[in-house]
T-cell receptor, first 113, second 115 residues
Framework: KAGVTQTPRYLIKTRGQQVTLSCSPISGHRSVSWYQQTPGQGLQFLFEYFSETQRNKGNFPGRFSGRQFSNSRSEMNVSTLELGDSALYLC????????????FGPGTRLTVL | GEDVEQSLFLSVREGDSSVINCTYTDSSSTYLYWYKQEPGAGLQLLTY?????DMKQDQRLTVLLNKKDKHLSLRIADTQTGDSAIYFCAETVNAGGTSYGKLTFGQGTILTVHP
């Protein structure tokens, strides 16, 4: 079974731009979670989607948003990019319930100049 | 709320055992995970344990859980240079609501294995 895939793997943007990252979960997984990883803050939960609905959200500003499609694929969007948004963005998929094991993709490395 | 703490560095010789430690705070219906991250890569799930278990063994990996002290450890037997990576402890609570899809991670332990 194919793992979680994320595209693109690398992105370079400038301040003020917006960016969209994509995540395709493992086949049969309906929950997708997003995390931001930075050297200073570590791994932080952004939000989780299940059945096209956001079920949970972390403490990030409204510039960070996401959505999920009927095939469980998910996108996250960051608008008005800031230098501090430079990070590795990781997507994870799981079956359904809150504590189902999460499997991670390789991440998208975003650099904001 | 949840909080997870780990020691930051561990250095061992090839062939020795490595023990990575973690403490957590949430005590209700908690699942605890160990993930491995190699440079430039995502997180690889190594193993997990539910909070009503004491121990879990999986090949070279042994997870020990002390529920009273909320202390979790990962022992890697016969550590190899390929085990050099960052190891993350994480917890989640099976309570729905604000726990949906949310893993709380420790800071990560950098394991260095010397030949």
């Amino acid at each position: 079974k194919a793992g979680v895939t994320q595209t693109p793997r690398y992105l370079i943007k400038t301040r003020g731009q917006q960016v969209t990252l994509s995540c395709s979960p493992i086949s049969g997984h309906r929950s997708v979670s997003w995390y931001q990883q930075t050297p200073g803050q570590g791994l932080q939960f952004l939000f989780e989607y299940f059945s096209e609905t956001q079920r949970n959200k972390g403490n990030f500003p409204g510039r960070f948003s996401g959505r999920q499609f009927s095939n469980s694929r998910s996108e996250m969007n960051v608008s008005t990019l800031e230098l501090g948004d430079s990070a590795l963005y990781l997507c994870a998929s799981s079956l359904e319930v809150a504590a189902d094991t999460q499997y991670f993709g390789p991440g998208t490395r975003l650099t904001v100049l | 709320g949840e909080d997870v703490e780990q020691s930051l560095f561990l250095s061992v010789r090839e062939g020795d055992s490595s023990v990575i430690n973690c403490t957590y705070t949430d005590s209700s219906s908690t699942y605890l995970y160990w993930y491995k991250q190699e440079p430039g890569a995502g997180l690889q799930l190594l193993t997990y344990i539910f909070s009503n278990m004491d121990m879990k063994q999986d090949q070279r990996l042994t997870v020990l859980l002390n529920k009273k002290d909320k202390h979790l450890s990962l022992r890697i037997a016969d550590t190899q240079t390929g085990d050099s990576a960052i190891y993350f402890c994480a917890e989640t609570v099976n309570a729905g609501g604000t726990s949906y899809g949310k893993l709380t991670f420790g800071q990560g332990t950098i394991l260095t294995v010397h030949p």
